[in-house]
């Protein structure tokens, strides 16, 4: 148990479907992260919400949307992707302030297959 | 911009023997150091991490790690290997005084197989 929880783990969808990854975590940090980790390519950083507000957006395609109701729960949601959007969606959170020791506490992920 | 850079894509090596899996930086400042390890179908769990301070730096499951400035490096090592430490490992970075982004950057990994 790492404190972030990530459902579902694995996901299988067509192109056109509209599906959502959630990340939930229970350790009372103010933020949360996407990464995204596709095979022999480093981790690529999709968006940064602190204070559920979103400080952060490597360019990622609009076909993404992430949302961020409340800083305990973050999703993803998906729609018309492509097959090379296939990737292991990791989601991660972070202390702020005085409680703020650099690392992050990633989730186990979820696995993504673009049909 | 910063960036990590690990030029291996895996390290062999056999258990019982010391290992290190190296890892180059970049940055304009001072930097936040991590190691994290990923095995199979699994997060990110985080080894050590360097901040301020002694330049060797110890973490989890026997692991240490030397910061040095002057070559800008950050190899993770083990006196010695175990079956078990075969997995995934990443370098990463973050600004120490970039408090306005607290993400890390990621090297590209280096798979790690400890043979018996």
């Known amino acids: 148990e790492t404190g972030v929880t990530q459902t579902p783990r694995h996901l299988v969808m067509g192109m056109t479907n509209k599906k959502s990854l959630k990340c939930e975590q229970h350790?009372?940090?103010?933020?949360m992260y996407w990464y995204k980790q596709s095979a022999k390519k480093p981790l690529e950083l999709m968006f940064v919400y602190s204070l559920e507000e979103r400080v952060e957006n490597n360019s990622v395609p609009s076909r993404f949307s992430p949302e961020c109701p409340n800083s305990s729960h973050l999703f993803l949601h998906l729609h018309t992707l492509q097959p090379e959007d296939s990737a292991l969606y990791l989601c991660?959170?972070?202390?702020?302030?005085?409680?703020?020791?650099?690392?992050?506490?990633f989730g186990e992920g979820s696995r993504l297959t673009v049909l | 911009a910063q960036s990590v850079a690990q030029p291996e894509d895996q390290v062999n090596v056999a258990e019982g023997n010391p290992l290190t899996v190296k890892c180059t930086y970049s940055v304009s400042g001072n930097p936040y150091l991590f190691w994290y390890v990923q095995y199979p179908n699994r997060g990110l769990q985080f080894l050590l991490k360097y901040i301020t301070g002694d330049n060797l730096v110890k973490g989890s499951y026997g692991f240490e790690a030397e910061f040095n400035k002057s070559q800008t490096s950050f190899h993770l090592k083990k006196p010695s290997a175990l079956v078990s430490d075969s997995a995934l490992y990443f370098c990463?970075?973050?600004?120490?005084?970039?408090?306005?982004?607290?993400?890390?950057?990621f090297g590209s990994g280096t798979r790690l197989q400890v043979q018996p």
């Open positions: 991660a959170s972070s202390p702020m302030g005085q409680g703020d020791t650099g690392e992050l506490f």
């Open positions: 350790l009372g940090h103010n933020a």
């Open positions: 990463a970075v973050r600004l120490m005084m970039d408090t306005g982004r607290r993400a890390l950057t």
